[in-house]
């Protein structure tokens, strides 16, 4: 017999069950602790005589607002002008490039109709007629470059 086929001999390790430990409950006795203050309580009388009673709420005093550094004008012109000299850059670049993009589409206009009006020219000078009218030289008469049958 060869190696893998060999008989093999399955060993069960024992099952060990594990149960879970209880929680121990604390020993330290639960005491009840008073508000360090009691809020007081204001009724209030509204006009049309409607009593509302409730616990007084301090008011949130929002943090003071710290004072902005004051910025001088000449500083804020120089951002400015600084801003609006990069806008004409860059509006001056674009400008400049679709006026190259323009230019060469003109020129790839103009060589294509040369092409195509040439490639015209050419068929009908070098081209045969198919299809055109058959004359009968014999019969024809010529007069000052007008041809007539």
């Known amino acids: 017999m060869l190696p893998e086929h060999t008989p093999r001999t399955v060993v069960q390790a024992p099952v060990v069950v594990r149960q879970p430990a209880p929680i121990q409950p604390v020993a330290a006795p639960v005491v009840a602790v008073q508000p ?3 809020p007081t309580v204001q009724t209030i009388v509204l006009p049309d005589g409607r009593a509302v009673t409730g616990y007084a709420i301090n008011p949130v005093h ?4 710290v004072a902005k550094p004051v910025v001088s004008r000449a500083a804020v012109n120089v951002a ?3 801003v609006g000299f990069l806008a004409v850059c860059g509006g001056l670049l674009m400008l400049t490039t679709f006026i ?3 230019a060469a ?3 790839q206009l103009i060589i294509l109709a040369a092409v195509v009006f040439g490639g015209w020219i050419a068929l009908q000078v070098l081209g045969t007629s198919r299809g055109g009218t058959t004359v009968n030289i014999r019969k024809a008469v010529f007069k000052r470059n007008s041809f007539r049958a």
């Not at 929002?62 to 607002?65: G, I, K, L, N, Y």
């Open 62 to 65: 929002p943090e003071p607002v």
């Open 80 to 82: 400015l002008g600084g």
């Open 100 to 102: 190259a993009v323009l």
């Open 36 to 38: 360090g203050h009691i």
């Open 105 to 107: 589409l003109v020129q």
